[in-house]
């Protein structure tokens, strides 16, 4: 009896553990994807944010081919809202 007892007990705990834990990745992936929301843009990673970059030989400077000379890229959370948003826009037409 106590034994089945102490079981389900830690049956019960071990649930909510999970669901604090399932909470908390919520919490985090929906707080990324809120800031990807308002901040969509993050630094190109191979200009850093210059959209140019020097060349291998002399002074010149060249245009970043990855970002297209803007220095910014989507960041991966806003291009999985676009998706979703992509998805929704077809759904509805
Ligand atoms: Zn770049």
Partial sequence: MTHLAATAGSAASSALAWLCIAAVVAL?????????????????????????????????????????GTGARLRT?????????RLRADANR
């Fill in 77 to 85: 959370g806003r291009r999985v809202i676009n998706h979703f948003r």
């Fill in 28 to 68: 985090i992936v929906g707080g990324y994807l809120a800031s990807c929301a308002v901040w969509p843009f993050a630094n190109c990673r191979k200009c850093k944010g210059l959209g140019r970059f020097h060349a291998p030989s002399g002074r010149a400077w060249r245009r970043c081919r990855r970002c297209k």
